[in-house]
């Protein structure tokens, strides 16, 4: 059964970096894509970014040059390095899989299996 954890949060001052893990069972061969998504409290869920088998990767524009999403198959891990952090990357963070291509734009919809979600505080 698939299955996906995540790890590496925590709180940081506005500048610094995070990086987040999710180890992820039953989603590392064949066609798939992995994705990161988060959400403040009164606010929708925002996918942030996704990686699929063959590397290929999607950013929100929110995160785009300071987010970089990667896998290590070997591992069956997925990470997230957060630099640059600012206080509107505050949010609990998800991991989240899908048998089948990456979405564009990172819907949630498409994802069946989500890790438990991990908090991430930003402070100014």
């Known amino acids: 059964q698939a299955q996906l954890v995540e790890s590496g949060g925590g709180s940081v001052q506005a500048g610094g970096s995070l990086k987040l893990s999710c180890a992820a069972s039953?989603?590392?061969?064949?066609?798939?894509?992995l994705a990161w998504f988060r959400q403040a409290p009164g606010t929708a869920r925002e996918g942030i970014a996704s990686?699929?088998?063959?590397?290929?990767?999607t950013y929100a524009e929110s995160v785009k040059g300071r987010f970089t999403i990667s896998q290590d198959s070997a591992k069956n891990t997925l990470y997230l390095q957060m630099n640059n952090l600012k206080p509107r990357d505050t949010a609990t963070y998800y991991c989240?899989?899908?048998?089948?291509?990456?979405?564009?734009?990172?819907?949630?919809?498409?994802?069946?299996?989500w890790g438990q979600g991990i908090q991430v505080t930003v402070s100014s």
């Open positions: 989240a899989a899908r048998s089948g291509q990456c979405p564009r734009p990172i819907v949630d919809d498409f994802f069946r299996t």
């Open positions: 039953g989603y590392t061969s064949g066609v798939y894509c």
């Open positions: 990686i699929n088998e063959y590397d290929i990767t």
